[in-house]
């Protein structure tokens, strides 16, 4: 925690009374999820949990992160362009994972097809923590990136304003002032304003395509709002809806219930859980169509766990990005150590590295959504289970990052006001658009900054585990 809170953090009345401030304030700006016992409605809401103060985050590696983000935007979208290099990458990966391997088949089956889209829509998440190692000297690494529903644009840009107020409640009138103006549901917006724009139809609306159960709706409306008010309407379908009122006309246009649909912003679709059949099918026409979806198949591939470690290998992307040496070096200073669990000589003696010495790595599916990661005992629990089975090559190893913690109050409904020792994690949503070969925007869109307790290593804000607050630079 900076030095400017550690008056504050053990002042028992101070915090008593900027906690309410604190609470009023994130009601009254909109910093709001539903209800655990009715996600569907939103007669009766409560804040989204949030940090009591802003957290203390190095102002160079902040920046360092928001000048990365440009770069990914570009590697994302040339790894979704290169159907050779992803056939490689998942090879072993849909051997042993359904998921992955259901995507592809849709995937490979468009491309057979022949690609109807001609505009492109990217937004992402990279995500980073600040690591001390061993020297104590903070490093920005990544801990993944987010190439599908990517949350907490909207009701991030929300918070800031809330911690203004307790900085100034708390007599941080100077602090307060130094936080930085934050609004990544309008760059998102811009996104996907521009892929409508030059989808070319102005009777054609953005469908979110949303989940069953909606706790999280809040944090799409400001995205959703920022459309309507640029007069773009927006429609919310599930998949089963695209299921039953679907349909294409010859030159592969998408309708819904007679609306033709321009851009496809998936809020849902990442986890295996929600794909029944049906829902599979629904995937696939979305995918055979001409809309704009935000991401499509081939980039939501793009952000797999395997598809990460094999962008860490020396070499790869010199491939990918041919003529960008300052964009390789500035991506490349942020990866932390990854590494394959393939069959042969080197996933052999990295599955055995880490059964010998667990606490140094983290294990990751391929999975999205928070909270499926290993740590520790269970990490070398499920190594030795998999270590001699073709399931290991499903996961990757990652080094565990080991940042720093500081004093915080997490706020929650329903729970004690209590101090906690924290970590946190930032954000940087990018947005890209492309049409053709042409990459007509690419931006970093803003920041999301996640805290939570230490003695939870996995997890974020949608998994109950993370909650939401403001860098304040040091």
Known sequence: MAAAWQDVVRDAAAVREAAAVAVDAALLAGVLMRTGEQPNASDVVNYAPFTLLPSAVPR???????????????????????????????????????????LFRIYKQVLEEGLAQTVFLGINRSDYMFDCGLEGTAALRQIEINTIAASFGGLTSRTADVHRLVLNVLGKSEEASQLLPNNPAKGLALGIAKAWELYGSQRAVVMFLVEDVQRNIFDQRCIENELWNRRIRVVRKRFRDVFEQGSLDASRRLYMDGQEVAVVYYREGYVPQVYDEQNWEARLLLERSRAVKCPDIATQLAGTKKVQQELSRQGTLEKLLPGHPEAIARIRATFAGLYSLDEGEEGDRMAATAIADPDRFVLKPQREGGGNNLYGEELREVLEKIKDSPERTSYILMDKIRPQPALNYLL???????????????????????????????????????????????????AGVAVLDTPFLV
Request: glycine share 6%.
């Open 60 to 102: 160079a590696l902040f920046e360092q992160a928001y000048a990365v983000q440009q770069d990914f935007n570009l590697l994302v979208d040339a790894v979704s362009q290169n159907r050779e290099f992803l056939e490689q990458t998942l090879a072993s990966t849909i051997k042993v994972d359904d998921f992955t391997a259901r």
């Open 412 to 462: 929650r409904a329903h729970s004690p006001l209590q101090v906690s020792e924290c970590i946190s994690e930032l954000g940087i949503f990018g947005v890209y658009v492309r049409q053709g070969r042409e990459l007509v925007l690419n931006r970093a869109a803003g920041h999301l900054l996640r805290t939570k307790a230490i003695e939870h290593a996995d997890g974020g804000v949608a």
